[in-house]
């Protein structure tokens, strides 16, 4: 455990979910020395999916996302610094700066997290074009969510499929600009996909997928996109392609980087006492066998544990499977593991019932004989069975005969 008398104190870089647990950790943990976080933005850390999800369907304010309320770090001793960026780190010297002056750490976490990725056709249309990462994002995309309007959405993904489905519920008209063959495609594969693009089109969402996007103009009341020879108005254009780890820190200090910044399963990077967490780190995962980057709720609070417990002497690895969940429409849904860069060869499916918003059902996908991935769809007590049959060998007939129980497999 860090001396608690040492002078340089234990510093967090970031302002999300993982910044947040680990200072949370080391503090319930017995950590009593200096412990400081700097985040770029002026809120204190706080957690994403309610950018997407409650926010947007006014169930909540943004400040409810917040991991602890403001004045919390001050009766925790810990030196929150919001608005002021990290510009550089020297693990050479054990420096870092911030606000222009250089100063000491005794370890370092990077939680720096991922950032939208930009769609420069967009940016130079001098249309109005919306991302949604931050807090203002959300703030600002809300209050374009106006009844009757008409939202134009680049990418069918995960944050694209959540926004529309919150457009819809505002009154919101959503087209929704997909190149892909089908919204998720490379995720979910073709059968799963078409249940979210089904699922859509039935709220009138008009979803237009494996289109080609040509010149984006803004114009006076909004945008208008060139597809496939149509041309799409919009009053607003929302971009939805991903996002990219925030890596300049490391890579200008040197610490290794590839698809975010890389360590072992510990949380260590390259770096003697350099730690990456969350959405920015690429860890080596013991139990699926490759490294893994997930920007997932989940994945930053077992980071933040596993940076906290290390950082106090335990020596702890980290092998949960990602975890994610979405809600869209009165469709919800729970997804485990990871298919990992040699991908599935087989999905199954399994206990489908009817209905408009997709039903009820869980979906599994298997590379061989492996269950690299398993889902549920509105079947909230599978969550468990879901976790146990992931990462185990199984009989893939046995797994989509309905019959079979899946404590038996």
Known sequence: MPSSSASAPIVVVGGGLAAGTVVTELREGGYDGPLAVYADEAHPPYERPPLSKDFMLDKGLLVDALVHPEDWYAEHRVDLHTSTPVTAID?????????????????????????????????????????????????????????????????????????????????????????????????????????????????????????????????????????????????????????????????????????GVRTDARLRTSADDVYAAGDVANADHPVLGHPLRVEHWDTAIQHGRVVAANLLGKETGHDALPYFFTDQYDLGLEYVGNPGPEGFDRVVVRDTTGGDDGGQFTAWWLRGAKVVAGMHVNDWDAIDQVRRVVGSEVDADRLADESVDLADL
Do not use: C, K
């Not at 008209?173 to 490379?186: G, R, S, T």
């Open 91 to 259: 693990p050479a010297h054990h420096t870092f700066t911030a606000a222009g002056d250089e100063r000491p750490y005794s370890s370092l976490v990077l939680a720096t997290g991922s950032r939208a990725r930009r769609l420069a056709a967009a940016d130079d249309s001098g249309a109005e074009v919306l991302y949604l990462r931050q807090w203002d994002d959300a703030e600002r995309l809300r209050a374009a969510l106006t009844e009757g309007s008409r939202l134009g959405i680049v990418g069918g993904g995960w944050i694209g499929l959540e926004i529309a489905s919150a457009a819809r519920q505002h009154g919101v008209e959503v087209v929704i600009l997909e190149m892909a063959p089908q919204p998720l495609h490379a995720v979910l594969g073709d059968q799963v996909a078409a249940l979210f693009a089904d699922l859509h089109r039935a709220h009138g969402v008009d979803l237009r997928t494996g289109v080609t996007l040509g010149g984006i103009r803004g114009t006076a009341n909004g945008a208008e996109v060139d597809v496939d020879g149509d041309t799409v108005t919009v009053d607003r254009l929302l971009v939805g392609i991903g996002a990219v780890p925030d890596v300049h820190l490391a890579e200008s200090a040197g610490i290794t980087v590839d698809n």
